[in-house]
């Protein structure tokens, strides 16, 4: 029986500076946090894979992971995995249309007992 551990093979961009980044943090660090293997990961694997797969690939906090989900869908980067305002707009059809039949079967239900 042998271990095997999730490796991801992407080849990381590490050649942007985050030296700068430290203006609304005067006590940072010169080198914060660099996002650059998380978005490329995001970038290549959102759509088919869950944000706590992608964690345990890039052996990260799945809280951090879909943080910069959130940001990288906000940006334009990635997209949603699901459609959220159309199947919102379906949801909301379909209930206004039981709404209307279980009103047309309330007011049908009282012929019905009379016939019986």
Same mark, same amino acid.
């Given at each position: 029986?042998?271990? /095997?551990?999730?490796?991801? /093979?992407v080849? &990381?961009?590490?050649? =942007?500076d &985050?030296s +700068? @980044?430290?203006? @609304?943090? *005067?006590?940072?660090?010169?080198? /914060?946090?660099?996002?650059t *293997?998380? !978005?490329?990961? %995001?970038?290549?694997?959102y759509? !088919? @894979? +869950?944000? =706590?797969?992608?964690? !345990?690939? %890039?052996?990260?906090?799945?809280? $951090?992971?879909?943080? $910069?989900?959130?940001? %990288?869908?906000?940006?334009?980067?990635?997209?949603?995995? &699901? !459609?959220?305002?159309? /199947?919102?707009?379906?949801?909301?059809?379909?209930?206004?249309?039981?709404?209307?039949?279980?009103?047309?079967?309330?007011? +049908? $239900?009282?012929?019905?007992?009379k016939?019986?």
């Amino acid at each position: 029986m042998t271990n /095997t551990t999730n490796t991801a /093979t992407v080849a &990381y961009d590490t050649k =942007q500076d &985050y030296s +700068t @980044h430290t203006a @609304h943090f *005067p006590k940072a660090k010169k080198y /914060t946090y660099n996002y650059t *293997p998380t !978005d490329i990961s %995001l970038i290549e694997g959102y759509v !088919d @894979h +869950t944000a =706590q797969f992608i964690a !345990d690939t %890039l052996r990260e906090p799945v809280n $951090r992971i879909r943080y $910069r989900a959130s940001k %990288l869908i906000t940006d334009g980067a990635i997209t949603n995995k &699901y !459609d959220v305002s159309e /199947t919102a707009k379906e949801i909301r059809r379909l209930r206004a249309e039981l709404k209307t039949v279980k009103a047309q079967l309330k007011a +049908t $239900r009282p012929s019905l007992d009379k016939v019986a």
